[in-house]
């Protein structure tokens, strides 16, 4: 393989095939079993990891389809590691063992190496589609696969034992049409991360929900977790200034699905100049793109404002036409 430089990330990282040398160094990332099994998964390595079984792993895929790969910064200095395993006839790269030096967390390698990863597998190898898991709880890794188009299509539950407990898996994935032509909803509208819970608290808080930075983090998290729905972030002069919770429903009486807008909120310094129709127009892109026939929103009876706003984008007030019903669960919050 030649070397895959990802240009349009900074800092500069490029890909080399891992070498024996190598493995000293990626040896000193892995310090713990908890480490171990986020890195490689359940079934690679064994629990002392030593040097040995890394040397044996590196001549076991000399040859193969798997390519074990270094990310070196500019000084060629290792800094990052991914096993890219290309089953050609299918068109399917499965990455694995995704690490970046303990030392160099929090710079932006891990965008750079991922963003390599994604040209080297459809521009050099041709493929159709990049798929990998992560634990649910390695929201900093989730935020940087969905910053490079990765998206959630399902839940692992209970796949792999750590020392506390056992962990939940997401697979996510990337398409090659999508990775040519990546979605847009909009100019300034982007994917909620985990570094937007604290305004998403604040904007909870104002629609009348309490929140505090913990629970919004949560709440993100969750909806990270669901393949169906997104959280999406409108901005203003580089503030946040609103979010739109959607999900996606299939009818089951009929073909076809429609979109949910669960919660709206936008600031309110940054109401009345166009935030809420920005993220209207958002949620609507969003649907559309997954095959949605229609878009519906609750709102309360007391928020007059809000269903003047509905009404002025077209949205029509239905609740003559059909009863809402709602019991809460002795095992809900509400309880």
């Given at each position: ?97 995704v690490a970046v030096a303990p ?14 990863v994604v040209r080297h597998g ?214």
């Amino acid at each position: 393989m030649g070397r895959v430089t990802d240009s349009s990330a900074s800092p500069t990282l490029t890909l080399r095939a891992l070498q024996p040398a190598d493995c000293d160094r990626l040896l000193s990332w892995i310090d713990s079993s908890d480490a171990l099994w986020q890195w490689s998964g359940a079934r690679s390595f064994t629990w002392p990891l030593d040097r040995g079984q890394l040397l044996r792993d590196v001549a076991a895929h000399a040859g193969s389809a798997v390519g074990l790969f270094a990310g070196l910064d500019e000084e060629a200095e290792m800094v990052a590691h991914v096993l890219i395993d290309a089953q050609h006839y299918h068109g399917l790269g499965l990455i694995g063992r995704v690490a970046v030096a303990p030392e160099q967390r929090g710079r932006g390698y891990g965008i750079a190496l991922m963003r390599a990863v994604v040209r080297h597998g459809f521009d050099e190898l041709g493929l159709h589609r990049l798929q990998l898991t992560v634990y649910t709880f390695n929201v900093a890794a989730i935020a940087t696969y969905r910053s490079v188009g990765f998206v959630v299509e399902g839940l692992a539950r209970d796949s792999t034992r750590g020392t506390a407990g056992r962990w939940d898996g997401l697979t996510m994935s990337l398409l090659e049409p999508d990775y040519r032509h990546p979605p847009s909803y909009g100019v300034g509208i982007r994917i909620a991360g985990p570094r937007d819970a604290a305004s998403i608290a604040d904007l909870l808080t104002q629609l009348g929900y309490p929140h505090d930075r913990g629970q919004a983090a949560a709440r993100l998290l969750a909806w990270t977790a669901e393949p169906h729905g997104e959280v999406l972030i409108a901005e203003a002069d580089g503030a946040v200034a609103g979010f739109a919770a959607v999900h996606r429903v299939p009818w089951f009486e009929r073909p076809g699905s429609f979109a949910r807008v669960v919660a709206l909120s936008v600031d309110a310094a940054s109401r009345r100049a166009g935030v809420g129709r920005r993220l209207m127009a958002a949620v609507e892109r969003w649907a559309a793109a997954r095959g949605c026939a229609a878009v519906e929103v609750t709102s309360l009876r007391s928020r007059h404002d809000a269903h003047a706003f509905y009404a002025a984008l077209g949205y029509e007030d239905r609740c003559a036409d059909s009863g809402w019903f709602r019991r809460a669960l002795a095992a809900g919050p509400e309880a």
